[in-house]
């Protein structure tokens, strides 16, 4: 009896602990979800703070012959305005896309075609698929940060740059799936960025003369920043590399199966 009894009221506990952890999650997210939305209205009107705004025909070369570019997602949302720009200004782009048949990849591409007033460019879609790749967003930053030591490491940090950002909020399908949009639907125009803009840090971050050779940054608005304190914790940036390697050892050669980062500098985010 007291067995069962004990047992019952350990379960309850466990249960209110749980609920408690979800309440927390949830309160977590919508206060950084708060936080983005008033950088999204600043942006807007610029109450309390400048925002850096892309001009694309100043901030980036009018002419892109020559270069390559892969773009993943690059066909919807924030990811087409990006292709759609690289195509005036004469880049070759492939657009990995996790569409298959040579059917539904010339849709894809003719849908995008679509959105470019003047293809300057050359545009090719290749099947990719990423779908499984759930890695989020904190990982892929803490990646940016260890992949670009590497490359430091082996010199070639003058030609190869690695670099990662935050679009900002920008109105993209993503968000038909959140519930207060599905009440308000027009809403979305009114706090957030189109995809557009979303596209200005992107471009920006690739392309202007002032990211050249820089390498290892976090940006948003088109401007350095600092992101959290984790992701700059070498230690467990380097679990996380290592733990990504081992998972990730069954397609890699032998050579890249080495413990990278056993004697890290310590990594500043000068
Ligand atoms: C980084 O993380 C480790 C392990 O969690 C912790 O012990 C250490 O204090 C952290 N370092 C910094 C600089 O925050």
Redesign the pocket.
């Known amino acids: 009896m007291l067995a069962k009894f004990l047992a019952a009221f350990l379960t309850l506990v466990y249960r209110i602990r749980q609920e408690a952890f979800n309440v927390w999650c949830f309160l977590c997210l919508y206060s950084l979800g708060a936080v983005y939305m008033i950088v999204e209205f600043n942006r807007k009107w610029e109450l309390f703070w400048r925002v850096v705004h892309l001009d694309v025909h100043k901030d980036l070369p009018s002419n892109l012959n020559g270069f390559v570019c892969v773009l993943t997602g690059g066909s919807r949302g924030i990811g087409l305005h990006v292709t759609k720009t690289l195509l005036e200004k004469g880049c070759h782009v492939i657009v990995a896309s996790s569409v298959k048949t040579g059917e539904a990849i010339e849709r894809v591409k003719k849908r995008i075609l679509s959105k470019v007033d003047q293809n300057n460019g050359k545009l090719e879609v290749w099947h990719l698929d990423l779908s499984s790749m759930d890695s989020s967003k904190l990982a892929q930053i803490m990646f940016t940060y260890s992949l670009h030591e590497l490359v430091k490491a082996s010199k070639q940090s003058e030609y190869l740059t690695v670099n990662c950002l935050h679009p900002g909020v920008a109105q993209t399908e993503l968000y038909e799936h959140v519930w207060w949009v599905n009440w308000f639907p027009t809403l979305p125009k009114h706090l957030f960025r189109s995809a557009e803009e979303g596209a200005e840090t992107v471009l920006y971050t690739a392309l202007s003369e002032k990211m050249e050779s820089i390498g290892g940054k976090y940006l948003e608005d088109c401007e350095i920043k600092h992101s959290s304190?984790y992701s700059?914790?070498?230690?467990?940036r380097t679990l996380l590399w290592r733990k990504t390697i081992e998972m990730l050892s069954p397609w890699l050669p032998e050579s890249t199966y080495v413990p990278l980062f056993t004697d890290t500098q310590h990594f500043t985010n000068e």
Request: hydrophobic share 15%; proline share 0%; no cysteine.
């Open positions: 304190a700059y914790n070498d230690s467990k």
